[in-house]
């Protein structure tokens, strides 16, 4: 704010009388405009000092070093030096009449608002299988939040966080320019695959060591000694309206312990049919006499919904609240999420379900 003072101190008076006038300091012409007043408002929030500039070009040099596909690449540098058109920065240049976000149409659409904080961003995001949470922190540029997951996730992390800006950018497109929403789960694959391939490519067979690892952490994970795990999922099949349940239960040697199919009529949607799954591996282990679980699956509004991180007052609370209540006959229970990757086993299954009638362990 001192600066602003010390500019308004340093603006020459008229040497005879006038009248007094109001003007705009901020504009040549004296003349208040939208533009000239959002950037004051910008500096005034978040001041031009460069925060981190000790420190970018550890940044720069923790993004170069990000192994991914060129055009992910240039996409970071783009975005990095806030090069992308969005409306701020199309409105700057006098290509569109506001700055304001088309995804949301409410906040000026920085490049941080259109990748992370945009609620069209957002519902993506959600969907996305990285442990990634996106903080709040709005004077945070792209670059600083990428440089945080990598220092606190890891490199694979972060790679997998720029592919996935990238993705909500490509969606974002998609959405302006051909009016067309993007599956976020198809997106979230789609980036998964992505990644994949690349790998794949670039390591062949001499350093396959690092890609092996990366495939063994994206693979299902045995549990901890006294524990054994369910991988839960549910198929739908929408012609038909019947959803196949699934539940496959292993030991932490990595033993098929027991594996059963449902088929049940497909009611409210995807989700209420993958918290009948889970249900339904509870029933399972039930019958088994189990006593220490890991439920795992890869629907996250369900795991949110069972560890009491959201609340739903749609149908789906029924069978969440049947959940918890058989979770009791059990001496510990826990629900976790993974991506789609790590539950195939259990997904093939549920498939495979569908085309059943009956229930089978
Ligand atoms: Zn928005």
Known sequence: MQEYTEAILKIPLPRGQKVDE?????????????????????????????S?????????????????????????????????????????????KDPICQGCNREVETVRHALLDCKAARKIWYHATSSVQISNAQNQDILDFIYEVWSTWGKTEAEQTIAFCWAVWFARNKRIFEGKKSDPRALAAKVESLLEAYHRARKPDASHIHNVKRIVQKKWE?????????????????????????????????????????????????????????????????????????????????????NNT????????????????????????????????????????????????????
């Open 222 to 306: 045995p549990p901890p000694g006294n524990f054994l795990k369910v991988n839960v999922d549910a198929a739908i099949n929408n012609r038909d309206q019947v959803a196949g349940l699934r539940a496959v239960i292993k030991d932490p040697s990595g033993k098929i312990v027991a594996a059963g199919t449902k088929q049940v009529p497909l009611r409210v949607g995807v989700s209420f049919a993958e918290a009948e799954a889970m249900e339904w591996g509870l029933q399972v282990a039930k019958e088994l006499s189990l006593s220490a679980l890991i439920m795992e699956t890869d629907c996250k509004e369900v795991v949110d919904l069972l």
């Open 52 to 96: 981190n500039s000790g420190s970018n070009s550890k940044r720069w040099k923790a993004v170069w070093s990000m192994e991914l596909p060129e055009k992910i690449k240039n996409f970071m540098w783009r975005a990095a030096r806030n090069l992308l058109p969005t409306a701020e920065n199309l409105w700057k240049r006098k290509c569109l």
């Open 310 to 361: 959201k609340g739903s007052r749609t149908g789906i609370s029924w069978v969440i609240s049947d959940i918890q209540e058989q979770r009791r006959d059990f001496k510990e229970v826990k629900f976790r999420h993974i991506p789609r990757t790590c539950n195939t086993c259990a997904h093939s299954l549920a498939k495979f379900a569908v085309g059943a009638n009956t229930s089978a362990v």
């Open 22 to 50: 109001m003007l705009w300091h901020y504009d040549k012409h004296g003349e208040y405009s939208v533009r000239s007043g959002y950037q004051i408002a910008l500096k005034l929030k978040a001041p031009d000092v460069p």
